[in-house]
């Protein structure tokens, strides 16, 4: 607006009528304050004033609150003239102080006018007609859209993909000013120092570039702080913009044939289970932090990881047997609770360790999974070696003393999770279908000492049939589970040893249920819905593992934005291609950071810029066991062998 036409006083228009020798009127305006602070003056005009304070008059005499009616006018400048503003009004400090409060916002870089016409002291004194004239603060410029070229800006307003090098246009609201230091200004803020320059500057759109490439599948934030000037005035509040760069452009690590990329991941992954596993009891441990507390789920994977190990030739044979003879006999006298292990023990001692509150006792499931690693071993193990033999024999012990009815908890129909002496059946929780579970009623059916009927598989696993889904998620059927089908070990930890391949019953085709659900998780990951940054084609999988905030089992419906390679990984059998191109893009893209001394480590979170350094036995296990599944069916062929799984299978009408 062009104020110049108008005729704007300073301070105070005196206006008074008065006969000849009358003395002047002696209350007269002394101060405008807004916050307590007089505004800046400028061309006879006050400046800047804020859009939502209040507007203070200070007098030099007490004011009549009667003598405020009608005689206050407040008016801003429209197109050609002054315009009535609504407010309401205050008298404080003893009536010497009128606090004028608009109705609503002022406007932005507007010309308003307060007069005082025909005020009154409280003692009949005159007060001066005065009128002050004021400019609110102007909008100063506004971003109207960041630009990175080669990213895409998701609906939450990150920006994914950003090429290292990326060059960033900023459009402002206004022409920016050339003439200024820019350095302090734009930044950009991130696993690495960077600086940023401008590139050139046209009116208002300003180019930047990093002067040193950023570094890959990494979080950075874009930054503009205050004080950027334009014409309508400086950048008033900090913009911050998060964005995240693509993975490496090159390969990071040697390619490799498909075949001894495998076979590395394999080894490598392996080693987790022999070079780290726990001196004294052969167990695995926990996580690489863990010290002596030994996992029983995640040893069960490392036997049958031995069993990879010697077929692959990363150990002897004599090496692997020695191995499996020193967790069988660590087992053997292992504290047991109606001979099912606990969910920890002590590597030294064989003593459970409390998995939580109450559950310092049997863990049912927990045992299942080393069962199915033992009979594997068993299978594996040839009876006409005197050494062998007395392993088989004692896994054969060990097996037939787990009472797998007395968990039905005074035979009701369904099994039940933990049991301790302590606290008997505290956590109360039943073993319920869908989830990773099934081998648990595989084997409880399939005992030959201690098993279960059909009818308990039925109303307590399968629920007579609530377990199913039946609804379509990606176009595709979820036969059975909760929606979407849950994390992907729900498809891993029964399948280690159990063929899914032609496995079937009443309930469901398992192999279909196990394709679909990881189809499913992978599509999730596609069109992350929830605009996490690092989901992609091939950067797919949720599954339980760490984060960034602990632990948790992510899947689409706990969805923390954490990709976990194991899920990925532990899914070729079900979905080879899509399995082999996310293992291709953790290792050659993002191995620099996901790969370390056992494989890849346990998840990466790219929205939180976070990358774990930690591995756990359940996560690497199925990795190297669901690979070879994938290869060779080693494992799924030594487990179907066993006649008593069959046995249990044929109980519970399975096809297989």
């Given amino acids: ?8 006083p300073l301070f105070i228009l005196l206006l008074f009528s008065c006969k000849e ?130 990213s895409k800006r998701t609906s939450s307003g990150k920006y994914i993909d950003a090429y290292t090098s990326s060059i960033i246009v900023a459009r402002f609201s206004s022409v920016i000013d050339k003439n200024q230091n820019f350095e302090n200004i734009f930044k950009i803020e991130g696993n690495s120092s960077v600086k940023l320059e401008v590139e050139s500057i046209n009116e208002v759109f300003v180019f930047l570039k990093p002067t040193t490439p950023l570094d ?43 075949d001894d990329l495998l076979t590395k991941v394999q080894e490598q992954t392996f080693r ?70 606990s969910h920890w023990i002590d590597g030294n001692t064989g003593r459970a360790l409390p998995f939580s509150e109450f559950d310092n006792g049997g863990d049912l499931v927990e045992t299942a999974l080393m069962i199915q690693g033992l009979l594997t071993a068993r299978q594996y193990l040839d009876d006409s070696n005197p050494l062998e033999k007395a392993i088989q024999e004692k896994i054969t012990k060990i097996w037939e003393e787990v009472e797998w009815s007395w968990y039905t908890r005074g ?97 469901a085709d398992y192999w279909k249920q196990s394709k679909h659900h990881t189809y499913i998780n992978r599509m999730y990951s596609i069109t992350n819905p929830l605009d996490y940054a690092g989901y992609n084609e091939n950067s797919w999988g949720l599954t339980a593992s760490d984060n960034h905030e602990g632990y948790s089992a992510h ?26 191109k996310a293992l291709e893009f953790f290792y050659y893209k993002v191995g620099n950071k996901l790969w370390g001394d056992y494989g890849f480590y346990d998840a990466f979170n790219l929205t939180e810029n976070w990358f774990a350094d930690s591995y756990l036995a359940i996560d690497q296990g199925p990795i190297i066991l669901m690979i070879e599944n994938y290869r060779t069916a080693l494992l799924w062929d030594l487990f179907m062998k066993d006649e008593e799984v069959k046995a249990g299978l044929d109980k519970l009408n399975f096809s297989y």
């Fill in 1 to 8: 607006m062009n104020i110049s036409k108008f005729y704007l």
């Fill in 21 to 150: 020798n009358k003395e002047l009127p002696n209350i007269i305006l002394t101060d405008f304050l807004i916050d307590n602070s007089t505004p800046i003056v400028n061309s006879l005009v006050y400046q800047d004033i804020p859009l939502d304070k209040p507007l203070v008059f200070r007098f030099s005499g007490a004011i009549d609150a009667a003598s405020t009616q009608n005689n206050i006018k407040l008016s801003v400048m429209g197109q050609s003239a002054f315009e009535d503003v609504n407010f309401s009004l205050s008298l404080v400090s003893n009536n010497r102080e009128i606090i004028i409060y608009p109705d609503g916002l002022l406007q932005q870089n507007s010309i308003y006018r307060i007069e005082f016409v025909g005020l009154k002291g409280t003692n009949g004194e005159l007060v001066s007609h005065t009128e002050i004239t004021f400019q609110t603060i102007k909008s100063g410029v506004e971003i109207e859209s960041i630009d990175l070229f080669g």
């Fill in 216 to 258: 890959y599948f990494a979080k950075y934030q874009f930054i503009i702080e205050p004080g950027l000037k334009s014409e309508d005035g400086d950048l008033k509040e900090r913009v911050v913009i998060d964005f995240y760069t693509r993975a490496s452009e090159e390969d990071v690590f040697p390619r490799l044939p498909i």
């Fill in 272 to 341: 987790y289970f022999w070079d780290f596993a726990h001196p004294n009891s052969g167990m695995a441990r926990e996580r690489n932090t863990s010290g002596n507390l030994v996992t029983v789920g995640g040893s069960g994977f490392g036997v049958m990881a031995i069993l990879v190990g010697i077929e692959r030739g990363f150990i002897s044979r004599q090496q692997g047997i020695e191995r499996i003879s020193k967790i069988v006999n660590f087992l053997d006298n292992a504290d047991r609770f109606h001979g099912a292990w």
């Fill in 411 to 507: 035979n009701q129909d369904v099994l039940y999770w933990h049991w301790s002496p302590e606290h008997q059946w505290a956590m109360d929780l039943r073993i319920s279908g869908y989830n990773e579970s099934l081998i648990t009623y595989v084997l409880a059916a399939a005992s030959p000492t201690y098993p279960i009927s059909k009818r308990v598989y039925d109303s307590g696993w399968a629920r007579n049939g609530s377990m199913r889904n039946g609804n379509r998620f990606y176009n595709v059927e979820l036969p059975l589970g909760e929606d979407f089908g849950g994390p992907m070990f729900f498809s891993h930890y029964s399948f280690l040893g159990l063929d899914p391949r032609n496995l079937s019953d009443q309930y």
């Fill in 555 to 580: 899947s689409p419906l706990n969805d923390r934005g954490v990709i976990t390679p194991t899920a990925a990984l532990s899914s070729m059998p079900y979905l080879p291609t899509e399995s082999i």
